[in-house]
Nanobody
Framework: VQLQASGGGLVQAGGSLRLSCAAS????????MGWFRQAPGKEREFVTT????????YYADSVKGRFTIFRDNAKNTVYLEMSSLKPEDTAVYYC????????????????WGQGTQVTVSS
């Protein structure tokens, strides 16, 4: 599976941004998709994940209520809708594909996108 993340950018605190991750190569709906992020000088952090059907989602406490993950299996794309952004959300965001549910550990994902930078200014 090849993953291509996009949609990052610079946004003011309180603003919104939507990230996309387009997949190719395998049956997209067979995969659990996740979003992770890594801020400078910090370890990679789990953000959210969604089941292949799209019916089940799980969020890190730090983004619950502000971020929404959803997917369009017809378009082989998973999205991360981010609102009420905070400066501490600044990071490179990565999408990942795996087989296990619920998977919050990065090492359990099989495929990774290249990352897209999100910068939230105060």
């Amino acid at each position: 599976v090849q993953l291509q993340a996009s949609g990052g950018g610079l946004v003011q605190a309180g603003g919104s941004l939507r990230l996309s991750c387009a997949a190719s190569g395998r049956t997209f709906s067979n995969y659990v998709m996740g979003w992770f992020r890594q801020a400078p000088g910090k370890e990679r952090e789990f953000v959210t994940t969604i089941r292949g059907s799209g019916r089940n989602t799980y969020y890190a406490d730090s983004v619950k209520g502000r971020f929404t993950i959803f997917r369009d299996n017809a378009k082989n794309t998973v999205y991360l809708e981010m609102s009420s952004l905070k400066p501490e959300d600044t990071a490179v965001y990565y999408c990942a594909a795996g087989r296990d549910w619920i998977t919050t550990e990065g090492r359990q994902y099989d495929y990774w996108g290249q990352g897209t930078q999100v910068t939230v200014s105060s």
